[in-house]
């Protein structure tokens, strides 16, 4: 069976598109064939330059691009800073594409499995078919009935995701939607294009299986999507990964962290390319990401240092103060901080100064910056002040979602960087995950669970 398949692209996404093409070749079908076309506009055509090998690499597709007239979207409005232009293609396809169905499929996302079911499913009088978008579910019923009024339909119930979408372009261009998405380009809505089509297409909408659109996002939340309500087929969907992975949480995505649910998967499809430099650029500029996460990368820059200031007297900088501390070797650290009114305290016998006082401190002082939401505002202050760029640093903490998001796979290596950063001896024989539970028993530990937010990951693998 031959599938027509759509991705909308700007040069940003090109590298994640081609992997995204890649693993639609790699899972397709015996009996499988798919014609792929890229929609981009003059500037990405100039810079793709994958296409002619992918054609040459796999039997089982042929990728070529189309180019869209983007004078059409002039006017469309954009909510969300990572939007681009490019996301509202998908609103001009049946006047570009001869197709009478296709597939759209965001760049974001890796498929597990042949999509002939996908295509077969039978649309009737449908526009669209998709998967019910999860964050729906998982709102207050409060904030669902904002959304709704928001966009302005009658309920949320058939909401999907346009992630991923089964399209009836016969159905759309004999009643001329195209129209009527044109016509709503100026309004606000939350998420621009996505409630474009569902305000438009209401009541023509199809509800397809969960495992078409799997939010990488849920995956470590199975849990708390039961307790929501939310039902078990869907929960097992996210459990056995198969279909489509949708990488759609910007701080999470596999080209920002390699520790996050699923995120193994995308690296997979993507080291097919290893060769190439916009694989290794991303590889290197997540492995420096990374290694930020690593207690020992503060130790090796602090070690260098005789004076460290941290940056903000807040709870991570007090975390930064108690871990600096247990470095060995005999430092002079202080904190600095702003607000008069925390200044001239002592914590841990660390006292917190003014930044003219440290600055009146003899030799060099290394700064820590602990603030996580003023981090570029402080480090352009203290470069402004003449302090060179390599005795600034900013220290990126571990937080919640950190931890909430962490694929189980890297559970031992993270408890072993918390012991290592804590000083905690494992016994003779004890493994760090038997540590772990006795920093759930003890009540010396208790501020552990805390710092490590350790009911969010830890807790929930020794449920039943």
């Known amino acids: 069976m031959r599938i027509p398949i759509v991705f909308a692209t700007d040069k940003n996404y090109l590298f994640y598109t081609c992997v995204a093409i890649t693993s639609l070749a790699e899972h397709a079908a015996k009996d499988t ?22 054609n040459q690499t796999y039997q089982k597709i042929w990728v070529e691009k189309v180019l869209v007239d983007t004078k059409a979207l002039v006017n469309a409005t954009i909510c969300n800073n990572h939007v681009t232009k ?33 295509y077969q499913i039978e649309l009737g009088e449908n526009y669209l078919a998709g998967c019910r978008d999860i964050w729906i ?7 669902r009935e904002n959304r709704r009024l928001k966009i302005g339909i009658l309920s949320m119930d058939s909401y999907i995701n346009a ?15 195209q129209t009527k998405f044109l016509n709503h380009l100026e309004k606000k809505y939350p998420y621009e294009d996505q409630d474009i089509l569902n305000v438009c297409c209401y009541g023509k909408i199809l509800r397809i299986p969960q495992k078409w659109n799997l939010f990488t996002l849920f995956m470590g939340q199975i849990q708390e999507m039961r307790e929501e309500g939310i039902g078990e087929k869907i929960c097992q969907a996210f459990i056995k990964k198969s279909g489509i992975l949708h990488y759609a949480t910007p701080f999470i995505r596999p080209w920002e962290r390699y520790c996050c649910w699923a995120n193994k998967e995308w690296w997979g499809m993507a080291s097919i390319w290893k060769e190439e430099k916009e694989y290794q650029l991303i590889k290197e500029k997540v492995e420096q990401l990374e290694q930020q996460y690593t207690w020992q990368y503060y130790v090796n820059r602090c070690r260098r240092y005789q004076k460290i200031c941290i940056f903000g007297f807040t709870r991570y900088g007090k975390e930064l103060c108690r871990w600096v501390q247990n470095i060995e070797g005999n430092r002079e650290i202080y904190f600095c901080d702003n607000n008069k009114e ?5 914590y841990h016998g660390v006292p ?39 005795n600034i640093l900013w220290y990126q903490a571990k937080t919640r979602e950190y ?8 559970y031992q290596k993270e408890l072993e960087e918390i012991a290592y950063k804590e000083g905690y001896c494992l016994q003779k024989g004890e493994t760090a995950y038997e540590a772990a539970r006795k920093w759930f028993l003890l009540p010396e530990y208790q501020g552990w669970k805390e710092i490590y937010y350790l009911e969010k990951w830890i807790g929930k693998e020794w449920e039943g």
């Open 33 to 54: 064939t798919y014609s792929i076309f890229i929609l981009m506009d003059e500037e990405t055509q100039e810079a793709v330059n994958w296409i002619e090998r992918l």
């Open 86 to 118: 490019a996301t509202f293609y998908r609103l001009l396809l049946d006047h570009m594409l001869l197709e009478e169905k296709c597939i759209y499929l965001d760049s974001d996302i890796i498929v597990t499995e042949d999509l002939t079911e996908l």
């Open 137 to 143: 579910d998982r709102m207050s019923t409060e904030q």
């Open 163 to 177: 992630g991923v979408l089964v399209m009836n372009l016969k159905k759309i261009r004999d009643d001329q939607v």
């Open 342 to 346: 925390k200044q001239g305290i002592q």
């Open 352 to 390: 917190v100064y003014s930044l003219d006082e440290i600055r009146r401190k003899q030799g060099t002082v290394f700064f820590l910056i602990a603030s996580q939401g003023k981090k570029e505002e402080i480090k352009d202050l203290l470069l402004d002040l003449g302090i060179e760029e390599k």
């Open 403 to 410: 931890y909430e998001y962490l694929d189980n796979r890297y």
